[in-house]
Nanobody, 124 residues
Framework: QVQAVESGGGLVQPGESLRLSCAVS????????MGWFRQIPGKEREFVARISWDGGVISYSDSVEGRFTISRDNLKKMVLLQMNNLKPEDKAIYYC?????????????????WGQGSQVTVSS
């Protein structure tokens, strides 16, 4: 069974940083992109960042470009999201996403497995 377990969420003030981690287990076969999505209650889950299986292709949403950094460690089977200069509008539940085999992780439709979600709250 594939599981993606997130950690690192919490409460911070605007301008502060958090690092989210996602550890994936039970995943075998195929190369998969990984990424992060976030969701505010009552709104659609939205793309935040993605990284290809080899780390060579990285994309961010416009809202986080320049502030967030995604990385992955294939040996540890982990994907990380460093979130700097957090803003109140970044408050959401963040979900680790494991993409479909050999496919670009460009939307929720491209996700095979989700993490349980990690709350990020940015408030003064």
């Amino acid at each position: 069974q594939v599981q993606a377990v997130e950690s690192g969420g919490g409460l911070v003030q605007p301008g502060e940083s958090l690092r989210l981690s996602c550890a994936v287990s039970g995943l075998t076969g195929g190369s998969r992109a990984m990424g992060w999505f976030r969701q505010i209650p009552g709104k659609e889950r939205e793309f935040v960042a993605r990284i290809s299986w080899d780390g060579g292709v990285i994309s961010y949403s416009d809202s986080v470009e320049g502030r967030f950094t995604i990385s992955r460690d294939n040996l540890k089977k982990m994907v990380l999201l460093q979130m700097n200069n957090l803003k109140p509008e970044d408050k959401a539940i963040y979900y680790c996403a494991v993409g479909r085999k050999l496919m670009r992780l460009d939307s929720t439709m491209s996700v095979d497995y989700w993490g349980q979600g990690s709350q990020v709250t940015v408030s003064s």
